[in-house]
C-alpha cells in the first residue's frame, strides 16, 4: 500500500504533498478506494451500518450515531452519523486533533462562516454540538455523490448520468459555483481554494461549493466570531493560486481572487491540467501567467479568451465580479449550442443536395426546410452572423437553382424576395428566367388553340361557306369565266370578300397568334392564286395549267401552317396532295378538281376544329 495513505489518513500530509497527494487521488479511483478503506478502520470512530444503534456509541445523548468518515481535510475529517430524532444521515465534521483548541476555534469559526451563507450551493449547516469529550461537532447536510474531480473527466459517466455532453456539462457545474460565490462575496466573504475537489455533484446533479475552512470575510469581524482571510496569508492550492494569494503579494485579497481561481478551474476544464501545475511552494510567487495549452480545439477557443481573462495577474483586468463571469460562461454555453445549430443546418443542405442530386424531391425539400428552420433559431441564438449569412445564401441559392430547374421562376422568384438579402447574381438569373417564362407563358396563350375556339370556327366555316359560293358560281355560270382576265378578277373578288369578312371576324383574327395567322395564312393563299392566275392570263396558258400550278401552291401554303400553326392543316394538305394525284390522272379535269381540293381542304380544317370544340367541351365538363 502506498505509504501516504496511512498518513493522508492520519493527517500527517502537509503543503505541497498534501495537494499533490489530492490531485493523484483526482486521477487515480483505486488510490480513493484504498483511502477509503484504510480511513474506515481509523481509531477513534465507531463504523456501524446505516440504521444501527450500538450501547456505546459515542454521543447517543445527542441523538447522534457516529458510523464511518465520508472524507477528511487539512484541519478536520467529515463523517457519516444517524441523527436519531428526524431518522436521517448527516454529515458531522470534527477536528482531526481531539482537545486542539486552535483547529476547534477555526473549525467554530468555518461552521459561523458556512451556516451565515445560506444558498442552494453552499451545503446547509443544522447546528452545532459536542461529543463526550467536549470537542466541537458541526453538523451539516449528508451530500450523496462524489468530488466533481472524480466526474470532470469522465464523459461516459456524465451522459449516463445526466444526458449532458461533457464539457457543457461542466461549465454548468462551474456555473453554479459562480452563483454561490457572487452571493459569498455579495456579503463580504471570499473562498480562497475554489477547485474541483472542493466540489460536490449529488445523486441528482445537485452541486455543493464545500470547505470553506480557507474562506473568510475581507475586513476584520469584531465579534471575533466569524474568520478573516488576513489571518492566514498565503493559503490556497498552489496550482491554481492567484498572485495576490501569496506572502508580500502587491494587491490585497478580493472577490478577484476568487474570479482568478475559477478562471483556473475553467483552464484546468479545457486543458486537463492546473494553470500552475509546478508550484511547489509559496515561494514560487504568483506573477506569472499560466503556459499556453497544447490542445484546444476551436470549437473552445471562447473559453479559452474567457479563463485568459479570469486569469490576468492584475485583479482590475479580471472579471469584474463572479457574476460577469458567469455570465461570459452562459454566453459562451449559448454561442456553442448556437454553433451545433449552424452545423446541424450546413448538414442538412448537404443532404438536401444529395437528395436533390438523387432525384428524391420530396426529401431534399423536407431537409432543405428543416435547413431553414434550424438556421434561424442558430441566429437567434447568437451563432457566428457571418456563417449563418453564407449558410442561408447557400440555401437560398440551393432552393432558387432548384425552382428554375423544375421550370418555376415564379417560386424561384418568391424564395429570393423572402431571403432579405441581395443576391445579385441570383437575381438577374430569377429576372432572366421570369421574363423568359412570361414570353412563353405569352405565346402559349396566342398559340393556345383554346382561345376563341368557339368563334374561330364559326369563322372557318363561314370562310367555306364564301368559298362554296364562289366555286359553285364558276360551275353554273362558266359564261361570266371565259374571259382572258375572269379568273384574275374573280380572285380578286374574293380576296376582297375575303378581307371584309376578316373585319367583321376582327375579334376573332386580333385574340391569339394562331388566328392572325391562320388569316394571313388565307391572305396569303388568295393573293398567290391571283398572282398564278395573273399570270397565266398575261402568258395566255391554257387554264388546265394554272390550275395544276395553283394546287401546289395551296399545298405548300397549307404545309407551312401545319408545320407553324396548328397540325390540323395538315388534313388540308393531305387532302390537296389527293387533288394534285388526281390532276395529274385527269387534267382535263384539274380546275375542277382544283375546287374540290381546296373546298374539301377548308371543309376539313373546319371539321377537325368542330370536333375538337366537341371533344374540349366534354372533358371541360361544358
Same mark, same amino acid.
Given at each position: 500500500?502506498d ?7 492520519r ?18 479511483p ?11 478502520t $481509523?481509531? *477513534?470512530?465507531?463504523?456501524? !451500518? ?22 477528511? &481535510? ?15 444521515d448527516?454529515?458531522?465534521k ?14 467554530? %469559526? ?7 451563507? $445560506? ?8 447546528? #452545532?454540538t459536542?461529543?463526550e469529550?467536549?470537542d ?15 466526474? %470532470? ?15 457543457d ?9 459562480c ?13 480562497r ?11 441528482h446533479? $445537485? ?7 480557507l ?33 508580500g ?14 478562471? *483556473?478551474?475553467?483552464f484546468e ?5 492546473? @494553470? ?15 503556459? !499556453?495549452?497544447?490542445h ?5 477557443? !471562447? ?8 486569469? $490576468? @495577474? ?12 458567469r455570465?461570459a460562461?452562459?454566453?459562451?454555453? %449559448? ?24 432525384g ?6 423536407? =431537409? ?23 449558410l ?5 441559392r ?5 425552382a ?11 424564395v429570393?424576395?423572402?431571403? *432579405? ?6 437575381? #438577374? %438569373? ?10 412563353r407563358?405569352?405565346? &402559349?396563350r396566342?398559340?393556345? !388553340? ?9 369563322f372557318?366555316?363561314?370562310?367555306a361557306v364564301?368559298?362554296?359560293?364562289f ?20 380572285s380578286?373578288?374574293f380576296?376582297? =370578300? ?8 376582327r375579334d ?5 397568334? #394562331?388566328?392572325?395567322?391562320m388569316?394571313q ?5 388568295t ?34 401552317g ?26 382535263g379535269?384539274?380546275q ?6 381546296a ?12 370536333g375538337?370544340?366537341r371533344?374540349h367541351?366534354r372533358?371541360?365538363?361544358?
Amino acid at each position: 500500500m502506498d505509504d501516504r495513505v496511512k498518513r493522508f489518513a492520519r493527517g500527517q500530509l502537509a503543503g505541497a504533498e498534501l495537494e499533490a497527494f489530492e490531485r493523484d487521488l483526482d486521477r487515480d479511483p483505486q488510490l480513493r478506494r484504498a483511502v477509503a478503506a484504510q480511513a474506515s478502520t $481509523e481509531e *477513534g470512530v465507531t463504523l456501524l !451500518p446505516p440504521g444501527a444503534v450500538p450501547h456505546e456509541a459515542p454521543n447517543v445523548e445527542r441523538g447522534l450515531v457516529l458510523q464511518r468518515v465520508l472524507g477528511r &481535510g487539512g484541519m478536520a475529517r467529515v463523517l457519516l452519523a444517524r441523527q436519531l430524532d428526524l431518522g436521517r444521515d448527516v454529515a458531522v465534521k470534527v477536528v482531526k486533533e481531539p482537545g486542539n483548541a486552535s483547529l476547534t476555534q477555526r473549525l467554530l %469559526k468555518e461552521a459561523r462562516l458556512t451556516g451565515a451563507l $445560506e444558498h442552494p450551493v453552499i451545503v446547509p449547516v443544522h447546528y #452545532l454540538t459536542t461529543d463526550e469529550a467536549g470537542d466541537v461537532q458541526v453538523v451539516l447536510k449528508r451530500v450523496e455523490g462524489e468530488p466533481w474531480s472524480a466526474l %470532470k473527466d469522465d464523459a461516459e459517466a456524465v451522459r449516463a448520468r445526466f444526458g449532458a455532453e461533457l464539457f457543457d456539462w461542466n461549465v454548468r457545474v462551474l456555473i453554479a459555483v459562480c452563483g454561490a460565490l457572487g452571493f459569498a462575496h455579495e456579503r463580504g466573504v471570499i473562498h480562497r481554494d475554489v477547485k474541483t475537489s472542493n466540489v460536490m455533484v449529488g445523486r441528482h446533479g $445537485e452541486v455543493y461549493l464545500v470547505d470553506w475552512g480557507l474562506g473568510g470575510l475581507l475586513t476584520p469581524d469584531e465579534t471575533g466570531l466569524l474568520p478573516w482571510v488576513g489571518e492566514a496569508m498565503g493559503a490556497g492550492t498552489l496550482a491554481f493560486m492567484a498572485p495576490e494569494q501569496f506572502p508580500g503579494a502587491r494587491h490585497p485579497l478580493s472577490a478577484a481572487t476568487d474570479v482568478y481561481l475559477l478562471g *483556473g478551474v475553467l483552464f484546468e476544464l479545457l486543458t486537463g491540467t492546473p @494553470p500552475f501545475p509546478g508550484r511547489s511552494s509559496v515561494a514560487d510567487g504568483g506573477a506569472m501567467e499560466p503556459p !499556453p495549452p497544447r490542445h484546444v480545439s476551436a470549437s473552445l477557443e !471562447p473559453f479559452l479568451s474567457i479563463a485568459r481573462r479570469a486569469l $490576468e @495577474p492584475e485583479p482590475a483586468r479580471r472579471f469584474p465580479t463572479a457574476a460577469d463571469f458567469r455570465l461570459a460562461l452562459e454566453q459562451g454555453l %449559448k454561442r456553442r449550442d448556437a454553433e451545433r445549430l449552424a452545423d446541424r443546418a450546413e448538414q442538412l443542405l448537404a443532404s438536401a443536395d444529395g437528395y436533390r442530386d438523387a432525384g428524391a424531391r420530396s426529401e431534399a425539400s423536407r =431537409a432543405a426546410t428543416e435547413a431553414a428552420f434550424t438556421l434561424r433559431l442558430a441566429r437567434e441564438s447568437g451563432a457566428d452572423a457571418a456563417r449563418v449569412d453564407r449558410l442561408e445564401e447557400r440555401h437560398v441559392r440551393s432552393q432558387v437553382e432548384a425552382a428554375l430547374a423544375d421550370g418555376r421562376p415564379a417560386v424561384a422568384a418568391q424564395v429570393l424576395s423572402s431571403h *432579405g438579402r441581395p443576391v445579385p447574381a441570383l437575381a #438577374l %438569373k430569377v429576372k432572366a428566367a421570369t421574363e423568359e417564362a412570361s414570353r412563353r407563358e405569352q405565346l &402559349g396563350r396566342e398559340l393556345d !388553340p383554346a382561345l376563341g375556339r368557339r368563334r374561330r370556327v364559326w369563322f372557318v366555316f363561314t370562310f367555306a361557306v364564301q368559298s362554296t359560293v364562289f366555286y359553285t358560281a364558276r360551275l353554273v355560270f362558266p359564261q361570266l369565266y371565259t374571259g382572258r382576265w375572269a379568273l384574275v378578277v374573280s380572285s380578286a373578288i374574293f380576296l376582297a =370578300a375575303f378581307l371584309g369578312l376578316m373585319f367583321v371576324f376582327r375579334d376573332v383574327v386580333r385574340i391569339s397568334r #394562331l388566328n392572325r395567322h391562320m388569316a394571313q395564312l388565307i391572305i396569303v393563299l388568295t393573293a398567290g392564286q391571283v398572282a398564278t392566275r395573273a399570270a397565266t392570263a398575261a402568258l395566255d396558258l391554257p387554264r388546265n395549267v394554272g390550275a395544276a400550278v395553283e394546287l401546289p401552291v395551296l399545298l405548300t401554303t397549307l404545309l407551312a401552317g401545319a408545320v407553324t400553326l396548328h397540325w390540323s392543316y395538315g388534313v388540308g394538305a393531305f387532302v390537296c396532295v389527293l387533288g394534285q394525284v388526281a390532276a395529274l390522272v385527269w387534267p382535263g379535269s384539274a380546275q375542277l378538281i382544283f375546287f374540290l381540293s381546296a373546298l374539301g381542304a377548308i371543309i376539313s380544317v373546319g371539321i377537325v376544329w368542330a370536333g375538337w370544340l366537341r371533344h374540349h367541351e366534354r372533358s371541360s365538363g361544358g
